[in-house]
T-cell receptor, first 115, second 114 residues
Framework: GESVGLHLPTLSVQEGDNSIINCAYS??????FIWYKQESGKGPQFIID?????DKRQGQRVTVLLNKTVKHLSLQIAATQPGDSAVYFC??????????????FGQGTILTVHP | KAGVTQTPRYLIKTRGQQVTLSCSPI?????VSWYQQTPGQGLQFLFE???????NKGNFPGRFSGRQFSNSRSEMNVSTLELGDSALYLC?????????????FGPGTRLTVL
């Protein structure tokens, strides 16, 4: 049958604001999580990752928070810049042989930063 | 260090044809994963190869196949193309150690089936 396009959540912010992008994951056995940024015409670009034994990890201008109780992941971008405009994906991986090399991606969030 | 490269970047084929896409991983990476990205289904895992062996496979029909060579370069093949195979095909390579799960993606091959 005809496929229905994904309706991606959108987030629109002003330059200099902080952005928070949320993601709910489904597999309680997942133990590794990544945030990717994808710009138009490009492949996903790694931003930051976190393992399930942590609940927070910070990078340059980015912070990832993991709440395993409610299976929720968030990406915080400080002082958002126009160059941050892109689609952001969370991805999860479960340890073990059946999950080699397999990332399960969320639907993505479109971030638009206005100058 | 050079990133993941994919060739060709764009392809146009007609229904019923077959296509082969190529991926060269980051030097030293031995695992290559393939994904299909469409507006309707998002990013979906196709398969993963490590040391010339397929270790994992997603839920795609047998028309989708792949292989990996001794230099870790990988190819994927789609036979008997259907309109719904139009997509961006991405490959990603993985290093070892703590970053074993961190996948680095190539720019993708945009396949259009007419």
């Amino acid at each position: 049958g005809e496929s229905v396009g994904l309706h991606l959540p959108t987030l629109s912010v002003q330059e200099g604001d902080n952005s928070i992008i949320n993601c709910a994951y489904s597999n309680s056995a997942s133990d590794y999580f990544i945030w990717y940024k994808q710009e138009s015409g490009k492949g996903p670009q790694f931003i930051i990752d976190i393992r399930s034994n942590m609940d927070k990890r910070q990078g340059q201008r980015v912070t990832v928070l993991l709440n395993k109780t409610v299976k929720h992941l968030s990406l915080q971008i400080a002082a958002t810049q126009p160059g941050d405009s892109a689609v952001y994906f969370c991805a999860e991986n479960r340890a073990g042989g059946t999950s080699y090399g397999k990332l399960t991606f969320g639907q993505g969030t479109i971030l638009t930063v206005h100058p | 260090k050079a990133g993941v490269t994919q060739t060709p970047r764009y392809l146009i084929k007609t229904r019923g044809q077959q296509v082969t896409l190529s991926c060269s991983p980051i030097s030293g990476h031995r695992s290559v994963s393939w994904y299909q990205q469409t507006p309707g289904q998002g990013l979906q895992f196709l398969f993963e190869y490590f040391s010339e062996t397929q270790r994992n496979k997603g839920n795609f029909p047998g028309r989708f196949s792949g292989r990996q060579f001794s230099n870790s370069r990988s190819e994927m093949n789609v036979s008997t193309l259907e309109l719904g195979d139009s997509a961006l095909y991405l490959c990603a390579s993985t290093g070892g150690g703590r970053a074993a799960n961190e996948q680095f993606f190539g720019p993708g091959t945009r396949l259009t089936v007419l």
